[in-house]
């Protein structure tokens, strides 16, 4: 009898137990495949290592997936690398949301190519063609008369199709492209191929040995990025209705833009936004 006694007093301590466990407040994230393919998940760990009472959950699709669930408050954050369209900021003042925009940061690609060659800077037209195979020589773009040899990352990589959707219209890429699995690969390829072409992520492209292409006329500097005028690159931006914000999902953002997310942000290849003096956030009309 005594020892059934133990057995029913146990289980509500295990319960209490366990339940301390759990996390006590959960954020749902859902939008930009840019975001959710590397940098999410790794803001998410780093996020909860410090908060293991927030549960965050991450779904990627799309932009206008994560913007569609967030009007229709399905979710906490919709991550977005766009901004949204007059549809969208129409069908949120038609039922009352109060839009903020968050900035996180920048996802961009800089085109390289080996030191000694000539050309230093390309159309974007010239960048489609090189990539898709449309041109072939370095002759075609002001270069010597050598073929062009194409490195990009592998297709599981979310700059793959990144770069297909800033840089190349989402055609293919030519056949003969040469997939590696990572920019250092990459970088090391075009610093020892005279004829190489490839994209480095923004942070280290200018510490590889190889050189940076200006497009259009313009280098990839943070500033460039934060103005809009250098054409890779795209702005990651986080929307929450204001009036439906929890203190969960305020401290992921602010984890995201701090110091701490921030240097996640650049190790991964993206431009941090702590270094552009921009607002905390923008309220929508």
Known sequence: MEHAMKKILLVPVLLLALSSLAPAQKVTVKGSNTFGEELGPHLIDAFQKLNPGIAVELESKSSGVGIQALLD?????????????????????SRKLVLRNYTVGYYGVAVAVHPDNPVKNLTDAQVRDLFTGALTNWKDVGGEDAPV?????????????????????????????????????????????????????????????????????VAPTAQDIADQLYPYARQLRFYTDRKQETQAAKSFITFVRSVTGQNILEELGYTRRS???????DDLP
Request: with cysteine; charged share 25%.
């Open 275 to 281: 270094q552009l003096k921009l607002p905390t956030h």
């Open 73 to 93: 408050r399905e979710c906490d954050i919709a991550s977005s690398s766009r901004a949204m369209s007059e549809d969208e900021l129409r069908l949120a003042r």
């Open 149 to 217: 040899r194409v490195f990009i990352r592998d297709p599981i990589s979310g700059t793959h199709l990144g770069f297909q959707e800033l840089a190349m219209e989402r055609q293919p890429y030519v056949a003969t492209a040469q997939a590696l699995t990572n920019y250092a690969a990459i970088a090391r390829a075009v610093r020892e191929d005279r004829q190489a072409i490839g994209y480095l992520g923004m942070n280290t492209a200018t510490h590889t040995g190889a050189r940076v292409l200006a497009i259009n006329g």
